[in-house]
């Protein structure tokens, strides 16, 4: 058959419109940079979604792929595999975990740990513990549970009946969670930074809280590192960093750099609930996105590359600052290691979009969380002239912007 011309006009014509892409459409990235169809070049602050910590097109990474694609694709998880075995002995090494559950995004390593919470509470017998508390602005994935575990109403809408026995509470408020842990709470969910709903960090103070009244109450703790997991704080997980062990932890997009691979980790005693039939995957534990996997852990574990991350993340939020008090444009400089937010001064509220478009337009790659924050997420081992020059290129977007208004 013949292909049409692969442009944005296409998009509309073959996809489900669930997006709405610019027209610039990358063909080929390398590093932190990214080239599109017209080749021209942008510097990659996105990363994909923090995805793509190790930059596009790592030659490590694309070495441990290959490799792996020239050996076995799948078998399905009827056979254990080596690199699914070599992913999960890496992450039990490196955390607090005794035990891996393997998915393919961040929705199903969550909706994996919130089945997995209801389910340790019935096998010891505690009916009435079914409560799941999690957190306003929470972003958890899109399946049915997590969506509604999310504390953004505008992604369940129409989508009802949800399941039940969800309760959100304001993130950062120790007082409500106090209140609200007992005897039928079956588990606390929450980000270690929020990432999509605004890149807010938990006080160190909330998330101890959340431990504590967890231990008290019989619950289990849940920390979705789905986007602060893999290095994108500064440290391997950012838990670590906070000094607040979960009883489960979900990591996925950096975990494979862009190729789809997530996990679920937990201790042993918690694990015995999802025995053969509980729960399963047919690509879960995939053995091309396992390669790549351990071979991300590898270089993102090493002390050197942990410590890059927190250099890079002064220079970046040195740079924002200056763009900020040069141009009015920022009321707060927020974030943990390299998922940094710049929340909009009240003269720019609402114009996140805008400065996106605009920053592309300049060739950098930058991304939101909701109308009032611009989020950035670049490689975590991004060179500093990259850096420089993507921030260079968004003041120019911003400069510009600040002279039509
Ligand atoms: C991106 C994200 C998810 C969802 O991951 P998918 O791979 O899109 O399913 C879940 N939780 C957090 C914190 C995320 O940032």
Redesign the pocket.
Known sequence: MDIPELNRALYDQVMVPSYNPPAVMPVRGEGSRLWDQQGREYVDLAGG??VTALGHAHPRLVAALTEQAQRLWHVSNVLATEPALALAARLTGLTFAERVYFA???????EAALKLARRYAYDRGERGRSEIIAFGQ??????LF?VTA?GQPKYTEGFGPLPGGIRHLPYNDVEALEAAVNRHTCAVLM?PV???GGVVPADPEFAAAARRLCDAHGALLIF?????GVGRTGDLYAYMGLGVEPDIL?T??ALGNGI?V?AMLTRGAIAESFQPGTHGSTYGGNPLACAVASEVIDIVSDPEVLAGVRARSERLRDGLATIGARHGCFAEVRGRGLLIGAELAEAWKGRAREVLQAAMGEGVMTLVAGPDVIRLAPSLIIPDEDLDAGLERLERAIAGLGDRS
């Open positions: 979604i923090a393919n995004s961040g929705g199903e390593a969550n929470a972003f958890h994935g899109r399946t997590t999310g980000e929020q990432g999509e979705d590192e789905v986007q602060t979900t996925a997009k789809p997530a």
